[in-house]
């Protein structure tokens, strides 16, 4: 029977942090360290003054920014932008972005997952990559009320103009918000024919507490702690004490998802409202 013991939890604020050039850099997942086929996460600390250059090579890199007190910025093709909390890119094959810390230390979430076979990416060109922050990303909210998501990487998600947010499904990786109270059904991600062995899949918190579950068995987590969970492992996610941020990942996005508790909204999703009482959109995942 699947326990919390099937995990791979990691709190980042106590785990090993590497010396790099830019700063520092503390490994989270990969698949020597907790099985993850398809994923490698580092948590990095760009010290001030100091510089990341990220090449992508043959693989997607999704870089988001934790925290910073002071604006940093982003070179990414040919253009500046503010590396400010939510701010990111998404890079495919062959691209490469700068991110460089200025007045104060500069935290980074970095993912690395390979390049997709055709069957998964299923039509997509693949790139070419792009900026994003939370002005640009579009706001989901669960039909609960009690979950708002931004995707920064998800291949299903509709830009204001009709446009797809992502070219590829490579990866689907995105900020969550538990309000007080918030959880998520009791629910279970399995593989797919393109993707067998399924999505590797990690929660990643920011700010506040929560409680994982799998099967009756609970696990309290804190900011900075990576929850990694096997593929075909149940689990739930809720809030603990008061609001809750992380951020999820499944690589590659080519998963099936059964939801096993008995929540007649389970996982139906609606674009936030841009105007008041304007009717709501239901986010197509198909």
Aim: one cysteine or more; proline letters at 7%; a negative charge.
């Amino acid at each position: 029977m699947p326990s919390i013991s099937d995990l791979t939890i990691v709190n980042s604020n106590t785990a090993e942090a590497r010396r790099v050039e830019s700063g520092t850099e503390v490994t989270l997942c990969s698949p020597g360290f907790c099985g993850s086929k398809n994923l490698t996460v580092y948590k990095r600390t760009i010290f001030a003054g100091r510089r990341l250059d990220v090449l992508a090579a043959n693989e997607y890199h999704l870089v988001y920014v934790i925290a910073t007190p002071t604006k940093g910025i982003i070179r990414f093709n040919n253009q500046l932008h503010d590396a400010e909390e939510g701010a990111g890119v998404l890079l495919g094959p062959s691209e490469s972005a700068r991110f460089e810390a200025s007045g104060s230390n500069l935290e980074l979430l970095h993912m690395i997952v390979p390049k997709p076979p055709a069957a998964v990416e299923a039509g997509l060109p693949g790139g070419p990559g792009y900026f994003f922050n939370r002005q640009t990303l579009r706001a989901l909210s669960d039909a609960s009320g009690g979950r708002v998501r931004r995707f920064c990487a998800e291949s299903s998600v509709r830009l204001r103009d009709g446009t797809r947010l992502t070219p590829t499904n490579a990866i689907q990786a995105g900020e969550m918000h538990y309000k007080e109270g918030g959880s998520s059904p009791y629910h279970v991600h399995r593989g797919t024919d393109a993707n067998p062995e399924g999505a590797a899949h990690c929660y990643m918190t920011f700010k506040g507490r929560g409680v994982v579950e799998v099967e009756n068995d609970f696990k309290e987590i804190e900011p900075g702690t990576l929850v990694y969970f096997p593929p075909g492992t149940p689990h739930r996610l809720r809030s603990h004490g008061g609001p809750l941020d992380y951020f999820e990942i499944q690589a590659w996005r080519s998963f099936k998802t059964t939801i096993l508790s008995e929540e007649p909204l389970g996982l139906k999703w609606y674009y936030e409202r841009e105007i008041p009482n304007q009717e709501l959109v239901e986010w197509n995942q198909s």
